[in-house]
């Protein structure tokens, strides 16, 4: 891996700095600051300052003016912290300027994501694509792992004519890495190609048996794990933290009518997620794309739940799953009171409230997940001669049985089938 290093291992305290350029956007930069710092704690790193500093223009050097640059450099190494993190996207030049002139760790937002998604993958599948984001992101820094040679000379031998000379040690080793990082890359894009050709095959055996699908989407930490095993007992991973979920899990559940629903568990969003992250993770973000329906969470007891909504339903727009029919729900309603609930209400009148801790609404859930899909199901009172036992297993496989009586002598069924299978009932329908 041709990391610039491995940053969470050395950083211990840090001093957070974020800038805005314009002044209405004052609150908003406020808001990410503060997100930068929940992030950052996800590290493990311990937070020792924070800074929101308000800049006329962007500068090439420093992102900001070079006066204001110099001071905070100075107050960050006051206050002890070994790293500086920018909320910020900085150019690999900015990076290198401030660590230079400040000799210090300097890291960015962008850095700080990749760092966690490294941390927090656990498959193949999530590996190869967080492997691929961090050495996208690091190819353009290699320079600075090799600045400690940029002041060894060339030397006089090497080659004819004292080709050599014209060549540092530092810059010779650069481009090897360069090279190596480039075979890389063609490697992971390859291996990722192949997974996402595996996932192909997956979702055709799905289709194969025609289950609905739908798929759980969100910012991150707004719960959907949690739904996720609320709705099927399944075993995905629950963390109260940034990015818990970096794989998909699908699991099948049963509606109160019989129906079953596969329903998948995706990475969460966050505002400014860089977009090469969304790139890697596109594989794994097309079940999004090839859902039937998605399932989005909002977390009720964040302030920023409007605008949680709105970053994730701009990254769904970027993947072609802005057209999606969209079942929204408020999750964690028992953490807000009456006022709040009311406020949110009025933001997503179409909204299913619900708290999964608590299990707060969940009944409402399961309705508005049946009449998502009222569309795909009919019921049915049968009559059924004995020698067609064959469709009351049809019936019980592929629906729900409501009810059976053979004291008639035939099938007296009521049950709830999808309506792909009822022609084959129709001629015993009553």
């Given at each position: 891996?041709?990391?610039?290093?491995?940053?969470?291992n050395?950083?211990?305290?840090?001093?957070?700095?974020?800038?805005?350029?314009?002044?209405?956007e004052?609150?908003?930069?406020?808001d990410?600051?503060?997100?930068?710092?929940?992030?950052?704690?996800?590290?493990?790193?311990?937070?020792?300052g924070?800074?929101?500093v308000?800049?006329?223009?962007?500068?090439?050097?420093?992102?900001?003016?070079?006066?204001?640059?110099?001071?905070?450099?100075?107050?960050?190494?006051?206050?002890?912290?070994?790293?500086?993190?920018?909320d910020?996207?900085?150019?690999?030049?900015?990076?290198?300027?401030?660590?230079?002139?400040?000799?210090?760790?300097?890291i960015?937002?962008?850095?700080?994501?990749?760092?966690?998604?490294?941390?927090?993958?656990?498959?193949?599948?999530?590996?190869?694509?967080?492997?691929?984001?961090?050495?996208?992101?690091?190819?353009p820094?290699?320079?600075?792992?090799?600045?400690?040679?940029?002041r060894?000379?060339?030397?006089?031998?090497?080659?004819?004519?004292?080709?050599?000379?014209?060549?540092?040690?530092?810059?010779?080793?650069?481009?090897?890495?360069?090279?190596?990082?480039?075979?890389?890359?063609?490697?992971?894009?390859?291996?990722?190609?192949?997974?996402?050709?595996?996932?192909?095959?997956?979702?055709?055996?799905?289709?194969?048996?025609?289950?609905?699908?739908?798929?759980?989407?969100?910012?991150?930490?707004?719960?959907?794990?949690s739904?996720?095993?609320?709705?099927?007992?399944?075993?995905?991973?629950?963390?109260?933290?940034?990015?818990?979920?970096?794989?998909?899990?699908t699991r099948?559940?049963?509606?109160?009518?019989?129906?079953?629903?596969?329903?998948?568990?995706?990475?969460?969003?966050?505002?400014?997620?860089?977009?090469?992250?969304?790139?890697?993770?596109?594989?794994?973000?097309?079940?999004?794309?090839?859902?039937?329906?998605?399932?989005?969470?909002?977390?009720?007891?964040?302030?920023?739940?409007?605008?949680?909504h709105?970053?994730?339903?701009?990254?769904?727009?970027?993947?072609?799953?802005?057209?999606?029919?969209?079942?929204?729900?408020?999750?964690?309603?028992?953490?807000i009171d009456?006022?709040?609930?009311?406020?949110?209400?009025?933001?997503f009148?179409?909204?299913?409230?619900?708290?999964?801790?608590?299990?707060?609404?969940?009944?409402?859930?399961?309705?508005?997940?049946?009449?998502?899909?009222?569309?795909?199901?009919?019921?049915?009172?049968?009559?059924?001669?004995?020698?067609?036992?064959?469709?009351?297993?049809?019936?019980?496989?592929?629906?729900?049985?409501?009810?059976?009586?053979?004291?008639?002598?035939?099938?007296?069924?009521?049950?709830?089938?999808?309506?792909?299978?009822?022609?084959?009932?129709?001629?015993?329908?009553?």
């Amino acid at each position: 891996m041709f990391d610039i290093r491995e940053k969470p291992n050395m950083v211990e305290r840090a001093f957070l700095i974020g800038a805005y350029f314009d002044r209405r956007e004052k609150q908003h930069a406020a808001d990410l600051l503060e997100e930068l710092r929940e992030l950052v704690g996800t590290l493990g790193i311990e937070v020792i300052g924070c800074e929101l500093v308000y800049a006329r223009e962007h500068t090439a050097r420093h992102l900001i003016g070079s006066g204001k640059s110099a001071e905070l450099m100075k107050q960050a190494k006051e206050i002890g912290a070994d790293c500086i993190i920018w909320d910020n996207e900085l150019s690999p030049a900015q990076q290198r300027a401030w660590e230079s002139e400040g000799d210090i760790c300097v890291i960015d937002r962008h850095e700080v994501i990749l760092d966690i998604f490294n941390m927090r993958a656990k498959t193949r599948e999530a590996r190869l694509q967080v492997e691929l984001a961090r050495l996208e992101y690091s190819i353009p820094r290699l320079t600075r792992m090799w600045a400690h040679l940029d002041r060894q000379g060339g030397g006089a031998g090497g080659g004819q004519g004292g080709a050599g000379a014209a060549r540092g040690e530092g810059e010779t080793q650069l481009e090897v890495d360069r090279r190596l990082a480039g075979k890389r890359l063609d490697k992971l894009r390859a291996d990722l190609e192949e997974v996402k050709k595996q996932r192909d095959t997956m979702r055709k055996e799905r289709s194969r048996v025609p289950v609905p699908h739908a798929a759980i989407v969100g910012y991150t930490n707004a719960g959907k794990s949690s739904l996720l095993n609320k709705l099927t007992a399944a075993d995905a991973y629950v963390e109260n933290k940034l990015f818990a979920t970096l794989d998909t899990t699908t699991r099948r559940m049963e509606l109160p009518d019989g129906q079953p629903l596969l329903v998948t568990d995706t990475v969460g969003f966050i505002r400014n997620l860089p977009h090469d992250l969304v790139q890697s993770f596109r594989a794994t973000l097309e079940e999004a794309n090839q859902a039937d329906f998605l399932i989005h969470v909002i977390d009720a007891s964040s302030p920023q739940a409007q605008e949680f909504h709105q970053t994730t339903t701009q990254v769904l727009s970027e993947l072609g799953a802005g057209e999606k029919k969209v079942l929204l729900v408020l999750n964690k309603v028992d953490l807000i009171d009456d006022t709040r609930l009311l406020e949110l209400k009025r933001a997503f009148p179409a909204a299913v409230t619900i708290s999964v801790k608590t299990g707060q609404g969940m009944d409402d859930l399961l309705h508005r997940l049946h009449d998502f899909m009222i569309d795909r199901v009919v019921r049915l009172t049968l009559s059924l001669p004995l020698d067609r036992m064959d469709l009351v297993a049809l019936a019980h496989q592929e629906g729900k049985v409501l009810s059976e009586d053979y004291e008639t002598g035939r099938a007296e069924i009521q049950c709830v089938i999808p309506k792909r299978f009822e022609s084959r009932f129709a001629k015993f329908a009553v």
